[in-house]
């Protein structure tokens, strides 16, 4: 089963098209440019960021420990999460790639509605997410005992609900079934995008991070292998929360290779996703899931460098929840792999997508909690080609 959208701009107030193909109607208005009105059929721009929404302060929320409530003092929390919403609406994206953990700490539905929808809710209709952990798993850390959602909250928020909250089984977060957790591809001129659920260690995924047999993540892998042999475009994104491969000491495992691995269970198991975006001359992996940001660069799945066929990982996963610490320095981060990284600040990265080229262009917009002016003098930008 192969789910793929096509996103372009629309002539004359056409629609968006979510990753069910659900058209949404908007108004024409030769005053208004973005995002429905035609512009450029050569350039795309894509914004990506990850880990991003406070959990409300509110009388639901009244047992979990005010530190890791939005205005606590250690979180960026609500400015965080405006500035890094107004920074994307800035760049007039045509699409949103939201890396997951889109919603602390479990990502109730009404945590969605009275933190993330604030800041975020004017992008929703570009928006294009893929899940973290904080959508799937219970939180019981730092005086915390929140029960997990194994993404109800997420599919509500996104693909919409009825009167009780139940969440619709289709929208642009991709299907909500017993056989298909979200996940989705759509397009952008030449680039063929898709959007992963690596949240394998969920009571949605009975527990089974397996790759090859029949569990829900068989099945994933399975897909995203069919998804990939059809697709007939030249370049190609993937998208997941956990990385593979890691650039900060939130790091919890090692990968398949030498190379310091992000995400634990999940970020092993996204082994196989690399094996097929390797094999199939992707150009790109986005992550979140580390709260800082840092470029890796072109790697085989075994996590050597490789400039030929490698494939670079970016991990922007500082959309305004908090900090973490990067592991090493520059010049001399844990994974020698890390070109370039910052754990000071929040921020968003803008992709510009070519017909068979893109550039990148990451400057973070609100220094973190403890940290001043200075750290938004970090800039990276570059361009590269598709394989």
Not at 129 to 142: D, F, L, Q, T, V
Request: charged share 15%; aromatic share 10%.
């Amino acid at each position: 089963m192969r789910r793929a959208t096509k996103i372009s701009a629309a002539a004359a107030g056409l629609a968006v098209l979510a990753a069910t193909g659900t058209a949404v109607a908007a108004a024409n208005h030769s005053d208004n440019h973005w995002p429905y009105a035609q512009h450029s059929a050569t350039s795309y721009t894509l914004a990506a960021v990850g880990d991003i929404a406070c959990e409300p302060d509110d009388d639901e929320n009244a047992t979990t420990p005010t530190s890791l409530k939005c205005g606590s003092p250690t979180l960026g929390g609500m400015s965080a999460e405006f500035a890094t919403a107004k920074q994307a609406t800035d760049m007039h994206p045509d699409a949103v790639a939201l890396l997951g953990d889109e919603q602390y700490q479990v990502g109730k539905l009404t945590d969605f509605e009275k933190s993330f929808e604030q800041a975020w809710g004017g992008l929703k209709m570009l928006e294009r997410p893929a899940p973290g952990n904080h959508e799937y798993y219970p939180y019981a850390k730092k005086g915390d005992n929140e029960a997990g959602q194994n993404g109800v909250g997420y599919f509500g928020y996104f693909n919409g609900h009825d009167q009780a909250g139940t969440p619709v089984t289709q929208g642009q977060a991709g299907d909500d079934t017993d056989d298909n957790q979200g996940w989705y591809s759509y397009n952008l001129g030449n680039w063929h995008i898709i959007s992963l659920n690596a949240e394998c260690d969920s009571d949605a995924f009975k527990h089974d991070c397996s790759t090859t047999d029949n569990g829900l993540l068989g099945r994933e892998t399975q897909w995203l292998s069919q998804d990939l042999a059809a697709n007939k475009r030249p370049c190609t994104i993937a998208y997941w929360h956990q990385a593979t491969f890691s650039a900060t000491t939130a790091s919890t495992t090692t990968g398949a290779a030498s190379a310091p691995g992000a995400g634990g269970t999940e970020g092993a198991a996204t082994d196989a996703w690399w094996k097929l975006l390797y094999q199939r001359h992707a150009t790109l992996i986005l992550n979140g899931h580390e709260h800082a940001y840092a470029r890796l660069r072109s790697m085989n799945p075994a996590g050597q460098y490789d400039p030929s066929r490698g494939i670079p990982e970016f991990i922007v996963g500082s959309g305004g929840e908090a900090i973490d610490t990067l592991a090493g320095t520059p010049g001399n981060y844990d994974n020698p792999n890390v070109v370039t990284a910052q754990a000071s600040a929040f921020g968003v990265m803008k992709l510009t997508l070519k017909s068979h080229s893109y550039s990148w262009d990451y400057k973070p917009v609100l220094p973190g909690p403890g940290f001043d002016s200075t750290a938004l003098q970090y800039r990276d930008s570059g361009s590269g080609t598709c394989h």
